[in-house]
């Protein structure tokens, strides 16, 4: 029968195709083909990788090919390793590839591994498993070496294309020519005759790139960076401080600098299969690691024991150097290792040569302080909040110059440190503190009660609310307006001025509503 013919016509051409993909010869080539190419796309966006080959014997193979250029990559042991063959199998295959055969136990550990980002496992062949219904956002990259067709190669090809932090676009490296397949695949699935000229496109991407790097490169002109691919480490904290120093809006020009570094990551991501395209890589990857630092949020929220390695690091992974960047460090300075902001790390800071990237850090520093410092005492997240914005607003308006700058936020960072103290010398807890500085803020209050009454205030506050305040109870009115006049009735008991009892009741409330998880522990 024709349909028989066909298929065994068909069957055939496999076996032949088959026979050519698994010559030693060509693995060989394959193997140093993926090995290198897998270990340079890992330097500039870190994730997991895919093999797709025509048979369990050409993955078995294929891996004997790769550990034996990586041999570290190797691991008997299944929790371990950098590479693993995922396939079926039984007790009557050849021996070399039991070794790849697990039980459902084990596969599903392996699943585990290749899904969580941070294990060490970042490289998996496969010839039929996997392809379909299996997803790992952080799949980057998958090598097709194997002949696939319609919805299969769409959902193949999908794998990679998973949204993932940092992660752009996804890449197929094609091995075996899937173009045309790849090609009818697309209008099949789209219904519409599917148009556009893929060349075409990726010349579009190329000219995409290039225009973005032109701006980047434009933020940076007049400044030296061309031993970035030895140096990079040395020359973030520089490149960043020129940025800043150069900028007519600092604010501003951070954020278009950063909008065109992550445009030209897209654009590569799209076209750095060209040879062009490629010589870019590592200025495009300086550029990227400017863009995470420049991203980077210092956060003070850490317990006790973590901050004894910073106040959470300005860190992130280049392409170009192998270990992680800490713009403090880079910048020539030890780390403050004490809750407080050290005041002799803030006097490294002042004497920092870079004053534009100085005054950066700073700010930094503070808004991460006063977000995990203060987060319970509304009175001072508000007050450090606006003070540190309205210090910002003014350098970034040209009315302070950098060495002002720098002072006034030196200025503000010691009135937090006091501020943290005061709980301390008042002798009240950090909730007690909290009502206090809501009732310290009327200032004819401080004046005509003083410090002992103020405190006497705030304990009786926290003591009745704790006992009072129920889940839910700020939106529950009757509950919420008993609460009001009980502190109403405290604030009269102690004389608070009468004038300023309401906006002082209010405060009081409002901040209770902010810690009201805390009262009810």
């Known amino acids: 029968m024709k349909d028989m013919d066909d298929n065994e016509k068909a069957q055939a051409e496999w076996i032949t195709v088959e026979k050519l993909a698994g010559l ?32 369990r014997k050409i993955a078995v193979d294929l891996y004997d090919q790769i550990v034996k250029i990586r041999p570290e990559w190797h691991s008997d042991d299944p929790k371990k390793g950098f590479i693993k063959v995922i396939m079926t199998g039984s007790a009557a295959d050849p021996a070399n590839f039991q070794p790849h055969i697990y039980n459902d136990a084990v596969k599903t550990e392996i699943e585990n591994r290749m899904k969580d980002p941070n294990d060490p ?85 190329y000219e995409l790139l290039q225009s973005y790097m032109d701006v980047c490169r434009a933020f940076l002109k007049g400044f ?17 401080d020129y940025i800043l120093a150069h900028a007519s809006n ?30 870019l890589t590592d200025e495009l990857a300086f550029f990227g690691l400017i863009r995470s630092a420049m991203n980077k949020k210092i956060n003070t929220a850490h317990k006790l024991k973590d901050w004894k390695s910073i106040l959470d690091t300005l860190v992130s992974q280049a392409v170009i150097t192998a270990k992680p960047i800490d713009i403090f460090e880079a910048a020539g300075m030890d780390k403050p290792n004490l809750s407080l902001v050290d005041e002799q790390f803030l006097d490294k800071i002042k004497q920092m040569p ?11 520093l503070l808004e991460g302080k006063i977000k995990s410092q203060f987060k319970l005492n509304l009175p001072q997240l508000r007050k450090f909040s606006e003070k540190l914005k309205e210090t910002v607003n003014k350098y970034n308006n040209g009315s302070l110059q950098t060495s002002q700058v720098i002072e006034e936020l030196l200025t503000l960072a010691k009135e937090m440190n006091a501020a943290v103290k005061q709980g301390e010398n008042l002798g009240l807890s ?36 704790r006992k009072s305040v129920k889940v839910d109870w700020s939106k529950r009115e009757s509950v919420k307006a008993q609460i009001m006049l009980h502190v109403k009735r405290i604030l009269r008991k102690y004389n608070y001025p009468p004038d300023q009892r309401q906006a002082a009741t209010e405060r009081v409330l409002e901040q209770a509503e902010l810690i009201s998880d805390e009262l009810v522990k």
């Open 354 to 364: 870079q004053k534009n990237l100085a005054a950066e850090l700073l700010k930094r």
């Open 430 to 465: 950090e909730k007690e503190l909290a009502f206090y500085n809501a009732l310290e803020e009327n200032e004819s209050a401080v004046r005509e009660l003083g410090d002992d009454v103020l405190k006497q205030i705030a304990q009786e506050l926290t003591n009745y609310l």
């Open 121 to 205: 496992m970042k490289l998996v062949i496969v010839c039929d498993m996997w392809l379909t219904g299996f997803d790992v956002p952080s799949l980057h990259t998958m090598y097709m070496d194997k002949p696939i067709r319609a919805h299969n190669l769409i959902q193949a090809i999908s794998r990679v294309n998973r949204v993932f932090t940092g992660k752009t676009a996804g890449l197929v490296v094609d091995y075996i020519g899937m173009a045309r397949a790849l090609e009818q695949a697309v209008r099949d699935y789209t219904q519409g005759g599917g148009r556009g000229d893929v060349a075409a496109d990726i010349k579009r991407a």
């Open 250 to 279: 600092r604010e501003t020009a951070q954020k278009d600098f950063c909008d065109n570094v992550l445009a030209a990551q897209k654009a590569y991501g799209l076209c750095q299969s060209l040879p062009e395209a490629a010589k």
């Open 24 to 55: 030693p010869e060509r693995l060989e080539l394959l193997a140093a083909d993926i090995v290198a190419h897998f270990e340079k796309r890992l330097k500039s966006l870190d994730g997991k990788g895919m093999i797709v080959c025509m048979s």
């Open 224 to 240: 030296d960076y061309s031993h970035f691919e030895t140096e990079a480490y040395d020359l973030v904290p520089l490149a960043w």
